[in-house]
């Protein structure tokens, strides 16, 4: 079945670091990829997403690009503020699992001023 | 304006009872899940309803049982509570699609004493 595989945390920088937090998935079929934030006491937003392969997904300055041939999604940003810490979740949907999300474990980031 | 709300936010109640969680979507959306988050973040699917109609039963006690009255509405409902179902429980709603994100309530934290 479909599986996504993302990096412990917590994962702490400094403001102004560069980030990236690694996601693999296997999936069989074409899934859609997902980046997803918590903030602490809510629900899970949408950050970026990708549907197809070489797409990449874009926002607030994160950016992640599906590449089928590594199985790979992984979340990057240039230059991180003390707001973005929060708990980053990769999700797929699609492939062999239909419109059914999964989600890796969740990556805590914590970013220092 | 809330896209998809859920009550209550908290829940502290005692072993054997039963307790129900209201989620409402106000985005049109045809489909409607309920997530399981436990302490280390890990997000677990449970249920998905599509037009009222159960599509996805995952491996979940059938102490629990939800309900959707019509699609705009998914309602869980948990009997005799035991000190493992306490949890962080999502509601989310979609269009339904493998291209489509989730949009999440903010929680409903239940503690089972």
Redesign the interface.
Known sequence: GNSVTQMEGPVTLSEEAFLTINCTYTATGYPSLFWYVQYPGEGLQLLLKATKADDKGSNKGFEATYRKETTSFHLEKGSVQVSDSAVYFCALSGGTGGFKTIFGAGTRLFVKA | DTA?SQTPKYLVTQMGNDKSIKCEQNLGHD?MYWYKQDS????K?MF?YNNKELI?NETVPNRFSPKSPDKAHLNLHINSLELGDSAVY?C?S?Q????????????TRLTVT
């Open positions: 998809v489909t280390k973040k890990f997000l699917i998905s996805i999502f989310a979609s339904g699609d493998r291209a489509s994100p989730l949009h999440f309530g903010n929680g």
